[in-house]
């Protein structure tokens, strides 16, 4: 069963604007992470934010966490075409001996010259 | 390091044909996993392993076997397929059980007719 559902599940803009995603998730977790896809590609990791964090940044991309409204949001600033791509949140809960990271369905982001 | 490998890319198989798809990583990972990817339902974890010789089912195992003799390899077998499986199927590893990064596949496209 998905754990992240993320919002919108389509987004369109042009280039030079941003971009946010945002990522609900239903139970307490370990980590999030988000990745992205390019079509026909495999997916590629993009920053993990820890549960006791509430900001990261990487280059163009930041990541809140809300851990009491169980959310999360990606802004991609400066959007460029190359952004354009699919985006997944994937919630990681450490359980028993191991766990495992669940995918949510994803945003395709639009980015149009 | 050619990180994480997977053949074939792309298969066409008969319902009741049996197949195995091939994943292979050179990054020493521990935990290594399979998933598939239906469109609008994101991706969704079939088999996992923290280790050789150790696997455990995923979310959706029904149908597949997975064996883990080796750290680099961990294939996927349909046993006998059926069109409910054709899907997009990613291989993935990450370093240990805690998941901080998982390293994806470029992914096999299989079609049962």
């Known amino acids: 069963s998905q754990q992240g559902e993320e919002d919108p599940q389509a987004l369109s803009i042009q280039e030079g604007e941003n971009a946010t995603m945002n990522c609900s998730y239903k139970t307490s977790i370990n980590n999030l992470q988000w990745y992205r896809q390019n079509s026909g590609r495999g997916l590629v990791h993009l920053i993990l934010?820890?549960?006791?964090?509430r900001e990261k940044h990487s280059g163009r991309l930041r990541v809140t966490l809300d851990t009491s409204k169980k959310s999360s949001s990606l802004l991609i600033t400066a959007s460029r075409a190359a952004d354009t791509a699919s985006y997944f949140c994937?919630?990681?809960?450490?359980?028993?001996?191991?766990?495992?990271?669940?995918f949510g369905k994803g945003t395709k982001l639009s980015v149009k010259p | 390091n050619a990180g994480v490998t997977q053949t074939p890319k792309f298969q066409v198989l008969k319902t009741g044909q049996s197949m195995t798809l091939q994943c292979a990583q050179d990054m020493n990972h521990e935990y290594m996993s399979w998933y598939r990817q239906d469109p609008g339902m994101g991706l969704r974890l079939i088999h996992y392993?923290?280790?050789?010789?150790?696997?455990d089912q995923g979310e959706v195992p029904n149908g597949y076997n997975v064996s883990r003799s080796t750290t680099e390899d961990f294939p996927l077998r349909l046993l006998s397929a059926a069109p409910s499986q054709t899907s997009v199927y990613f291989c993935?590893?990450?370093?240990?059980?805690?998941?901080?990064?998982?390293?994806f596949g470029p992914g096999t496209r299989l079609l049962v007719l």
């Open positions: 392993s923290v280790g050789a010789g150790i696997t």
């Open positions: 934010i820890r549960s006791n964090e």
């Open positions: 994937a919630t990681y809960r450490y359980g028993g001996s191991q766990g495992n990271l669940i």
């Open positions: 993935a590893s990450s370093y240990g059980v805690n998941q901080e990064t998982q390293y």
